[in-house]
T-cell receptor, first 109, second 118 residues
């Protein structure tokens, strides 16, 4: 089955700087890669996703890149703000959604 | 106007008891899921249902029994609760599932139910 690794597990960034979270997956059949943000006491919320026929996607301060050959995908958050502090999960989808292990992002004011 | 709702939000119970968690979605989605998030925040799928039919059952002990009375509801019943069942359980839903078994759409998660077994 699919195995998704995510790094780093914790990340502290000064407000206004950029944050990058990286994931790798194992199943070449995976074709959809969503990213979820989970705030304390809440369920995961989709923030951006990318499909296998696209290499990059951007939505305001958030961007995701995908390298299918290397089976890597990354989340980039620019101009970070305190409200970006949360746990972020990458995921890969083939027959089911397999989550990465999560990154706790802390934005330092 | 909550999209995916779960009740209760918190559930504290003794080992050996039987409990249920309810989930409802008002998005008109065809597929619903249960996930378990452990104390280390690992999120793992347990079940998925498409139009009331079980699609995925991820080697979950048979003490866990999902029930889908209609496609807007997916409840989770747990028998003989154990300490290791303590976790946060999330319900989710998505629009459709491909005939070949692949997911086609975004999953929307509920707020979670924190289950504590004493």
């Amino acid at each position: 089955g699919e195995n998704v690794e995510q790094h780093p597990s914790t990340l502290s960034v000064q407000e206004g700087d950029s944050a990058v979270i990286k994931c790798t997956y194992s199943d070449s059949a995976s074709n959809y890669f969503p990213w979820y943000k989970q705030e304390l006491g809440k369920g995961p919320q989709l923030i951006i996703d990318i499909r296998s026929n696209v290499g990059e996607k951007k939505d305001q301060r958030i961007a995701v890149t995908l390298n299918k050959t290397a089976k890597h995908f990354s989340l980039h958050i620019t101009e970070t703000q305190p409200e970006d502090s949360a746990v972020y999960f990458c995921a890969a989808v083939d027959e089911k959604l397999t989550f990465g292990t999560g990154t706790r992002l802390t934005i330092i004011p | 106007d909550t999209a995916v709702s779960q009740t209760p939000k918190y559930l504290v119970t003794q080992m050996g008891n039987d409990k249920s968690i309810k989930c409802e979605q008002n998005l008109g989605h065809d597929t619903m899921y249960w996930y378990k998030q452990d104390s280390k925040k690992f999120l793992k799928i347990m079940f998925s249902y498409n139009n009331k039919e079980l699609i995925i059952n991820e080697t979950v002990p048979n003490r866990f029994s999902p029930k889908s009375p209609d496609k807007a509801h997916l409840n989770l019943h747990i028998n003989s609760l154990e300490l290791g069942d303590s976790a946060v359980y999330f319900c989710a839903s998505s629009q459709d599932i491909l005939a070949g078994g692949g997911l086609t759409d975004t999953q929307y998660f509920g707020p979670g139910t924190r289950l504590t077994v004493l």
